[in-house]
Each structure stands twice: as C-alpha cells, then as structure tokens.
C-alpha cells in the first residue's frame, strides 16, 4: 500500500503523516466502510490490481475469520486464504451477479477451499480443540460487526439470535466442518434423531426470521 | 419420494447447501437440480442465507500483512527475474537470427505445406445420458482408430462447484484409462493417452470427480454414465 508518486512527495513529512492516517489500523483492518462487491470484482475480472487490493481489504478480516473457524488453525487458515484470493483473481470474471451475491461467492470459495483441506488432513490433523472453537463462537455473539455493516447483516445477526442455541450450533457445525448429520450428533454428544430435528426446525426457523423481515 | 411436495422441496434444498445431505440422495437431487430451475433457485436461495450467516457469525480476524504480499506475489503476470546464461548472451541471439534467416529462406524455396489433414471421419460414437434423463448430455465421438476424441456438450448437468465430470474407457478385463475432463459447452477434443489397448472395445464411462483430485488413474466418484460405443 506504499503510495508511491504521491503528488505531496515534496513535503515528505505530511505525506508520511496522510499515509498513517490513511492507512489500516491494525486492529480496524476493514478500511472501505462499504465498498461496491460486485463493482470491485468485475474490476478484477479486467485485471484492476487497485481493485483486487480493495476487495482484499475489505473482505478478508471477514473471510479469514471463516477459515479460521472451518480450519481451526490460523497457519492452515492463512494458506487456505491464500489459495481462496488467487483464485478469486483469477476467476473473478466467472462470477455472475444474477445467481449469487458477490459476499456469497467469495464465501463459497472460501469454505469450499477451507473443508477440502479440512477433509485432506482429517486424518493426520488433531481435530481442533473443541475449546477453541467455542471460543470463537462466544467472541462473535458479543462482538459488534464491522463499521459500516449493512443492514441485512444486522438482520441476520438477529435472527441466529432467535435460534435456539442447541438449533444455532448444529446448523453451524455442519457447515463449517462439513459435517453429516451423524457426525454432527457424534460431535455434539446428541442422539442422531434429535439432531436432525433441530436442524431441520434451525433452517426453518432462519427463513421465517429472514423472510419476514424483508 | 415425491419430490413434487414443497416442503420436502425446501427441506432438501435448504440440507442440500448446509451440506448434510449425503451419498445417494445428493447425488439424486444433483440430478433434480439440473433440470428442475425451481429446485436450483430454492437451493441458491438458502446458499445466500447460509454464506451470509457464515459472513456476519464468523469472527473478524486480523490478517497477517505477510499474507497480501504472498498473494500479490502469486498473482504475478510472469516473474521479471533477470536470467543469466543464455537469454542474456548476445552471440546467442545472433546465431539464432541467423539460422532462422536460413530456414526462411529455405521454408520459401519449399513448396508450400499440404494444407493439414482434416479431422477425420467419426467412426464410433457414444451418447451420455444421465440415467432417468431424455435428453444427452455429450455426445463423444472417436476417428482414427479410437486416435481422436471429441466431445460435445449437448444438455450437460450443471456442476457444484469445485465438481467435474470425467471421461473414461474401461476395458473388459477391468482396465481404466482417464480421457479428460467433459466440457460444459462447445466442443472439445480429449487428449488421447498413449495406450496399447484397443479403444474401442473399451466401454466409455463418466464418473464425477473433484477437481481438486485430478489428473487422477482411477475414478473416485460415483458413475453417471455406463455404455458401449456404437459403430458409425
């Protein structure tokens, strides 16, 4: 992000001073407050390195949270990143807008890649700590969404809220592990019938909440 | 099971994008999705509830900088490394200028080429149809002793992502070779692996596989489609 040939290269003092302020905080790394997905990503697709920046900026606090979760390692999850972002870039002119959102592709990608490795090292891997995992649970219930969070986020968030949290962490646990339904009721110690039923009662629940609010 | 009924319709769909619906009834509604675009749409719909839930309930982690580098180096038109030896010697470029001067020369005293030998004439053809299906999904043809083989997409199922189907010729005796990748549209032709068996008395199959996994020796996926070649 150096901004080379800055027009204030004169006075390097200020423009080393602009650049501080300008530039992510590490704590705050979602710099674009609410940037255009599918605009960045057809930029992409003409080879707009500027905008591929961006797009990284913007989503991948996000995405690598989600990698972290499926993964359960941050070593694993940065090269799971990795992977996800080239291919992004060089697919990005794949992406059609009319039968997905562009968050739901890029998400796509994202645990697509994270639950192949998950798969390929199961059996060498430890499974995470469970510990860990929970851990990260409890940090989102809590945690306020990123400045400049769109609405339908806010939305959501409540409606897993509504879920029973029995339901919430089943439907989570099979999409973020990759799990069946007999893994998921082995996972969580629950019969298999019991499971299923809240998932299925989860789902539903989820579009009531969701398709009301529209 | 009576797909027809809404709720079961909505019920698979919605197991079918979280991912929990396994083996044999996946692979049953894959083949319903492809051609039923209600059934896709369900299940499109609850991939955007379900990505938004994984978006907004997954932590926000910082990433580590390193990581943009790493992509941005990944993403390198071509590396512009400055390669000692032989690119950079002089005397080589010259003594290449001069030899292809020559061989200009020479290609223009030449009679010209034959123009290249068209395609040659099908002589075995392979109609894959998806079980329960009316119309065929490619149609695989094979010329010059089983040399040459195209494929085209007529009505080809839609894929997952990261999910492809793949071409084989299996042999009596149990024999496999993989032909290559079906395309999704237009025509394509398969490289043909140096073999020493007789193409066509081989059955041609298409499993799907994960991408992920290919080039692979042996199929890993389910079968799709099973059958002899017809001759022309």
């Not at chain 1, 796509?108 to 798969?119: E, K, Q, S």
């Not at chain 1, 298999?192 to 039923?197: N, S």
């Not at chain 2, 209600?38 to 932590?59: F, K, T």
């Amino acid at each position: 992000m150096p901004r080379s040939g800055a027009p204030t290269r004169r006075i390097p003092l200020l423009s080393s001073f602009l650049y501080r302020v300008s530039a992510p905080k590490p704590d705050t790394p979602v710099t674009d407050p609410n940037p255009d997905l599918e605009k960045l990503l057809s930029a992409c697709a003409l080879g707009d390195r500027d905008a591929f920046q961006r797009l990284y900026l913007a989503t991948s606090p996000k995405l690598f949270g989600i990698a972290v979760r499926i993964l359960g390692s941050e070593a694993q999850a940065e090269e799971c990143l990795q992977d996800a972002y080239v291919k992004i870039w060089q697919r990005a002119g794949d992406y059609r807008p009319h039968l997905a959102s562009p968050v739901t592709w890029l998400v796509t990608i994202v645990r697509n890649g994270a639950l192949d490795r998950l798969r390929r090292n199961r059996r060498q891997l430890e499974l995470a700590d469970p510990a860990h995992l929970e851990f990260l649970m409890d940090e989102h219930a809590t945690a306020p969404g990123p400045a400049g969070e769109e609405s339908d986020a806010v939305l959501l968030r409540e409606c897993l809220k509504q879920l029973r949290e029995d339901q919430r962490r089943c439907i989570e646990i099979a999409y973020f592990e990759g799990l069946s339904h007999g893994e998921v009721a082995e996972r969580t110690g629950n019969a298999l019938g019991t499971v299923k039923t809240w998932i299925r009662r989860g789902l539903q629940e989820l579009r009531r909440c969701l398709d009301a609010s529209v | 099971m009576n797909y027809k009924h809404p709720e079961l319709r909505e019920r698979l769909s919605a197991e079918y994008a979280l991912g929990t619906l396994r083996g044999a009834a996946r692979r049953r509604f894959e083949r319903l999705m492809a051609r039923d675009s209600e059934l896709s749409a369900r299940v499109a719909a609850w991939e955007e509830r379900l990505a938004h839930m994984a978006w907004s309930s997954a932590p926000v982690v910082r990433v580590p900088d390193r990581n943009w580098s790493a992509i941005q180096q990944r993403i390198q038109p071509m590396p512009n490394r400055q390669r000692p030896g032989l690119w950079n010697s002089l005397a080589f470029w010259r003594g290449l200028g001069m030899v292809a001067s020559v061989l200009a020369v020479v290609l223009l005293i030449l009679p010209g080429p034959q123009p290249s030998a068209p395609d040659a004439m099908p002589e075995r053809v392979a109609m894959v149809t998806e079980a329960g299906s009316e119309s065929a999904s490619w149609l695989i043809t094979a010329a010059a002793g089983g040399q040459q083989i195209m494929a085209r997409a007529i009505s080809p199922p839609a894929m997952p992502e990261g999910e492809v189907c793949v071409l084989w010729l299996v042999w009596p005796d149990g024999a496999v070779r993989a032909i290559g990748v079906l395309p999704e549209e237009g025509e394509m032709r398969l490289p043909m692996p140096a073999m020493d068996r007789q193409p066509y008395q081989a059955q041609v199959a298409v499993t799907i596989e994960r991408s992920s996994e290919l080039p692979m020796t042996r199929p890993a996926g389910p079968k799709v489609f099973s059958g002899p070649w017809m001759q022309l």
